[in-house]
């Protein structure tokens, strides 16, 4: 708490806004000690444990989802749903310039498939284990494969042509303007 405290007066905001994930708490906790207002975000429709303790205290929720008064108090409560970058908002008429940027054939249909930072062992297993019936049916991928096992997943698409491979994709803007359809975990 001493090194949150000591961020805060260094940096001195208005406002602490937590996003959940554990690191939120002890910044959040000393930020409402020491007066601040205090914001949450909620991304998710099953709230996570840091936001559900630092919910107590803060002075107002941001979710994405109804019904969230099952883990917050109604009267903070406030329906936003997600931040997204305003590059990711306006893809009309991008589909080539992302083709070209994962290095794609415009021509064929694109299928994106998004893994998650830390991979999603049964989307990236499954595939693996369509990438033949796939590229035979004349579909290309982006594939971001997290990082845990992303050698792996690469090597196995490496015999296959049209089909981009990476642990993390950081155009994401990119990929959804190239994909015709995405495949993600929630």
């Not at 000690?33 to 909620?42: A, K, V």
């Not at 109604?74 to 997600?82: A, D, L, P, Y």
């Not at 297993?125 to 594939?143: F, R």
């Amino acid at each position: 708490r001493s090194a949150a405290k000591k961020i805060l007066k260094d940096f001195k905001p208005q406002i602490a806004i937590g996003v959940g994930g554990y690191a939120s708490g002890p910044l959040l906790i000393q930020a409402g000690n020491m007066g601040l207002p205090t914001l949450l975000q909620e991304q998710n429709s099953y709230a996570g444990l840091t936001n559900k303790i630092l919910a107590k205290k803060a002075h107002k929720i941001c979710v994405a989802y109804d019904n969230m008064e099952q883990f917050f108090p109604k009267e903070k409560i406030i329906i936003t749903g997600n931040p997204v970058r305003k590059d990711i908002l306006s893809l009309d008429g991008k589909r080539d310039e992302g083709q070209k940027h994962f290095g794609l054939n415009p021509e064929l249909k694109t299928i994106l498939i998004i893994g998650g930072s830390l991979g999603a062992r049964t989307v990236n297993n499954s595939i693996v284990g369509g990438l033949k019936k796939l590229t035979e049916a004349g579909v290309q991928l982006i594939w971001q494969t997290g990082k845990p096992n992303a050698a792996m997943y690469q090597a196995a698409a490496s015999p296959f042509g049209n089909v981009f491979v990476d642990s993390f994709i950081n155009d994401m803007s990119a990929a959804y303007a190239a994909a015709d359809m995405v495949v993600s975990r929630s």
